[in-house]
């Protein structure tokens, strides 16, 4: 296994017992940013100079005989979007904020921070996480390394596409349709979709706005005891945001594996009665389920009631489009010069403006009936967890999409409308709320990845975390340059 593909409990472990030094450690890394960075554009900044400072004063502490926390020397990548590094570039994805600089650092980069994290840049993001596509007038597409002229998904792509590619070891991502879980899918990694509130978020001067739909931040990693360790940093209350909540879970202990795949249930859904889905998807993730009930796992299919899919695009899209269209009236309140559906039009994706055109087009009422059909959904997705520890769903309908295509017409010989929801099977557990973790579920016969959704009960992650890991031995995974 080269350098760039360790785990982060290897790095942390070895570094905080004075075994390897987080200089040395982060080197290969920015090596390999230089030498691949081009391939994925997975990196929108780059802070090679602020990551050696960083990986000096961990060792510097270690020599000191003090613990620079659990992910002591691990080098970490955050999204350009939702958190910032105070004096350092901040886009959200954004052309006319190609220069603009954060003034602080959010909540959630400093606890990894403290922890010991490594920080080697940003990464890229669709125009405020618009689009389950990573592209933007700014910085272009990111591909998936199992297939450049694919996407590397999103919002979360760039992130991913590192993370896959050997260029961190951990990644910070954000999710409200599937931003976590569409990039883990499409690049074979892991992330962890938590409960509402688990993970604090900083957002001002709006910090209430992330509720319709669940706005969620969460963990990218290769492993599941590597997003368990991160989750562990990151999980617990704090006052900047006032839905967080306390957490006394062990997440770390619970992704470290142990716990036999027998004692785990698991209801299985192809297609959550509701989506096309193509064969090659489901072959990959039946397979996938049948090792883990091949190691023991009571396993059987699963029925998710609830509303249609055409009622839940409706209120699913009210809510989203919505939730965006304010993110840009709050946006342009602390950028007076920006104006992104007047002067700067013509430098933010089509598909931006269309979102915040439709946004603007609902009224409030049209905002707060679509609680009704989430609602619904809700209640079926608790009944269909009734005696459960999870419900296995796909992630996307298909394989990763084409670089700079759009989304399918047609999925497994079903004409759809084209849209993102179509293609995503993610958004619903925005609506809902429950925990996700996304595990690989195998590849294609054309080498292509697909990701699979383990979707728990809320608030208790660290079940599904030891289901997940029980998974993954189940589900052996590798990265072709690892």
Known sequence: MTDTFQSAVDIARDVRAGDRSAVDIVEPFLDRITERGDATN????????????????????????????????????????????????????????????ADRTTVTVR????????????????????????????????????????????????SAAALADGLTVL???????????????????????PSFGLVPKETRPDAFYSHSPFGVLGPMARSVADAGLMLD??????????????????????????????????????????????????????????????????????????????????????????????????????????????EHAGEVSPTLLNTLGMGRGHGADDFMDANVGRTAFYDAVEDALAGRDALAVPVLATPPLPLEGSFPNEIDGENVAGL?????????????????????AGLTDDGLPVGLQLVGHRYDEERLLALAAAYEDANPWSYPDA
């Not at 409200?176 to 979709?193: E, T, Y």
């Open 111 to 158: 606890r990894l921070e403290d922890a010991g994290a490594v920080v080697v840049g940003t990464t890229n993001t669709p125009e405020l996480g618009h689009t389950p596509l990573t592209y933007n007038e700014l910085q272009g597409p990111t591909a998936t390394p199992f297939d450049l002229e694919r996407n590397a998904g999103g919002s979360s792509g760039g």
């Open 420 to 440: 993102p929801m179509d293609w995503m099977l993610s958004w619903p557990f925005n609506m809902s709320g429950h925990p996700v973790v996304t595990v690989p």
């Open 42 to 101: 997975a990196f929108v900044t780059v802070l090679a100079g602020r990551a050696r400072e960083r990986a000096a004063d961990v060792d510097e502490q270690v020599e000191r005989g003090e613990d620079p926390g659990p992910l002591a020397g691990v080098p970490l990548a955050v999204k350009d979007l939702t958190e910032s590094i105070e004096g350092v570039r901040h886009t959200y994805g954004l052309a006319p904020l190609d220069d603009n600089v």
């Open 233 to 342: 940093v990151l999980a617990g209350q704090d006052d900047v945001d006032p839905f967080s909540v306390p957490s006394d879970g062990d997440y770390a202990e619970a992704a470290a594996g142990g716990v036999p795949a027998a004692e785990f249930s698991v209801g299985y859904s192809a297609d959550l009665d509701r989506f096309a889905v193509e064969g090659a998807v489901r072959d990959a993730c039946r397979e996938a389920v049948d090792a883990l009930a091949d190691a023991g796992a009571d396993v059987e299919d699963a029925a998710v009631g609830g509303p249609s899919k055409g009622d839940m695009t409706f209120d699913y899209g009210k809510q989203a489009t919505v939730f965006f269209a304010t993110i840009v009236d709050r946006l342009e309140d602390e950028h007076p010069d920006l104006d992104i559906e007047g």
């Open 171 to 193: 990644a910070t991502g954000s999710d409200v349709g599937g931003s976590l879980r569409n990039p883990a899918s499409c690049c074979g990694v892991v992330s962890i979709k």
